[in-house]
């Protein structure tokens, strides 16, 4: 009888394994009961528990509290001015008696005061001993929120962690040793304010109990750049700065040296930063292989491979960009149009290039901006600028349209001849120029209304007139934005592409229904895009949109087009563009012929 006795006196003790409250259920009466100047408090509609009080006064709660020798205490706090000697908060994480106000023996944490800190304190009657003092973190704010965490071991070590926005994102403060007790009958918040400050004192997810173990290792959350020199990677949780010097390791697969140092900031312990060699000055993607992340429960990342894409736009100088196309006589239709080309391996700002022409010889007019607002043109790529860039992309195919501007001054090119000059606008240095007249034309065009001019090899001087020739018919005389449809060397071959038969015939008799085409040659992890035009430029069908593609990869294409129906016989173009991991850009085109047995 003696025993079962004893087992109903210490049930309630034994039940109470935890405290665990954030206010959901609306009251703070109950489940677990917090008692004191109840009627100073109240739940809120977000249901956090809040100073509701009038005037000057101190205020407090307590609910019983929790021992156990490895202890965890965690909440969150918000204090919505700036803390002063009669206007702060504690939270006791464990006192011998549920006054809060009397002298007591208790340890607790006080969030403000005179000097503007969190400070742990033990308290013995009326005697307060400063334990640890959170470095950095301040409370001279008009709106102060923090998510506060402490951790005993059973040896007397305490481990302080806080988050300064009140997230769930901790970042170690610092640790100290006091292998006294903690008095843990009751714990409770205690809030002293004057009359201004009555109702601005907020607390909420209050936990003590074992410690909880995080064993979820940080995961990458983004990955750019903070500048043109710096790689900036953030994490979902902070990461441990002490391996800075010794364990952490990165380094980019293909461009090894570029990377000089990494380093956290304090007031970002969640991003890590990576600085670039100033030296370089050229564009390039890359994968970024990190190891050895961690965050400060000791739970490592798995070692982590990301692609990035760096850049510093360069000064342009004679030979980086070219004058590639001109449109000088539309037709009723289009529209006049330049269109440049970045040879380089530079990213080159738009903005800081200057475009003019005049009727004959050198003397120029008035240069107009290649674009008013900052824009990047990578390398082997393409720029046009038209008169109007809507009725342009409505007359001839333009499969990149976001790579066509519409100029306000656009150049008032003459219709039969004129000269066409690129500059610096930082220094006025020619950086190409080109006379253009209709003689340039192929001599057998009857009507060259709406026939651009192409340059043939970006790599041979602008005013040599043999290296310039009239868009193809197949492209509809013009290929804005895009590949030339006429030129000596293809500026981007990087891969080979093999079709299974120069002439197919989808008539579902067994034979050639098919055409097989084979991608060889490009890097793992390559995007592809796969697409069929007719012989006048229009997009047929796509066959595969930005896929990424392995080593060796084969696609078909039945003959169909968008509609599912079989397309007509005739001539057909097979373009396939990719862009590799390394930045390479890189597109090839065949033609095909789908038959019909007659």
């Known amino acids: 009888m003696k025993f079962i006795l004893c087992f109903l006196i210490f049930l309630p003790f034994a039940i109470r394994a935890q405290v665990n409250d954030d206010f959901t259920d609306g009251n703070f009466t109950s489940d677990p009961s917090w008692t004191g100047d109840t009627s100073a408090f109240t739940i809120n509609s977000e249901y956090q528990l809040r100073l509701n009080s009038a005037g000057s006064d101190t205020s407090c709660l307590s609910t019983m509290g929790f021992s156990f020798p490895e202890t965890e205490w965690s909440f969150w706090v918000k204090i919505s001015f700036n803390t002063s000697l009669n206007n702060y908060a504690r939270v006791y994480l464990g006192s011998d008696s549920p006054d809060l106000k009397g002298f007591i023996n208790a340890v607790y944490l006080q969030i403000g005061g005179s000097g503007d800190s969190i400070l742990l304190y033990r308290q013995n009657g009326n005697m307060h001993s400063l334990l640890f003092s959170f470095p950095f973190l301040r409370t001279n704010k008009s709106m102060n929120v923090f998510r506060i965490k402490v951790r005993r071991d059973s040896g007397g070590t305490w481990d302080l962690f806080a988050d300064s926005t009140g997230g769930g994102q901790f970042i170690r403060y610092g640790n100290f040793t006091d292998t006294r007790a903690v008095p843990s009958a009751w714990m409770g918040v205690f809030c002293r304010y004057t009359s201004s400050n009555s109702t601005k004192i907020y607390f909420d997810d209050f936990y003590a109990g074992r410690i909880l173990l995080d064993t979820l290792p940080p995961k990458i959350i983004s990955c750019g750049f903070s500048d043109s020199l710096t790689i900036r990677i953030k994490f979902n949780e902070y990461i441990d700065s002490s391996r800075m010097q010794s364990d952490i390791k990165y380094s980019l697969k293909n461009n090894p040296g570029k990377l000089i140092k990494s380093y956290i900031l304090k007031e970002e312990p969640a991003i890590l930063f990576i600085k670039i060699n100033p030296g370089e000055n050229q564009f390039f993607c890359d994968s970024l292989r990190i190891q050895n992340i961690s965050d400060f429960s000791n739970n490592f990342l798995t070692d982590t491979s990301v692609l990035i894409c760096y850049y510093i736009p360069g000064p342009c100088r004679p030979g980086d960009m070219v004058i590639n196309e001109v449109l000088f006589h539309p037709d009723a239709s289009g529209s006049k149009f330049i269109e440049f080309y ?69 150049p008032s090119l003459n219709c039969d001849s004129g000269y066409i000059i690129l500059t610096s606008a930082e220094d006025s240095m020619v950086i190409d120029a080109m006379s253009y007249s209709e003689s340039m034309h192929l001599s057998f065009l009857s009507n060259t209304l709406g026939v651009s001019l192409e340059r043939l090899d970006p790599r041979v001087p602008s005013d040599c007139r043999a290296n310039w020739q009239s868009a193809s018919e197949t492209s509809g005389f013009a290929s804005p934005a895009y590949d030339n449809s006429h030129y000596v060397v293809d500026p981007h071959n990087g891969f080979d592409l093999q079709l299974s038969n120069s002439i197919f015939s989808p008539d579902d008799d067994g034979k050639d229904d098919l055409l097989f085409i084979k991608v060889n040659n490009v890097e793992a992890g390559t995007l592809l895009s796969l697409r069929i035009f007719d012989i006048k430029g229009t997009l047929i069908k796509i066959i595969a949109g930005s896929s990424t593609v392995s080593e060796n990869s084969l696609f078909l294409w039945d003959g169909t087009g968008s509609n599912n129906l079989t397309v007509s016989m005739g001539y057909y173009i097979v373009f396939a563009e990719s862009l590799s991991i390394s930045g390479k850009h890189s597109k090839v085109k065949k033609a095909v012929i789908v038959a019909r047995k007659l």
Do not use: M, W
């Open 342 to 410: 970045n040879c380089s391996a530079k990213i080159i700002s738009l903005n800081k290039l200057l475009v003019s022409n005049s009727g004959s010889g050198s003397t120029s007019v008035q240069p107009e901006r290649l674009c008013t607002g900052e824009r990047l043109l990578a390398p082997k790529d393409f720029y046009v600028i038209s008169a109007d860039s809507a009725k342009l992309c409505s007359r001839y195919y333009v499969p990149y349209p976001d790579k066509v501007a519409c100029l306000e001054h656009f």
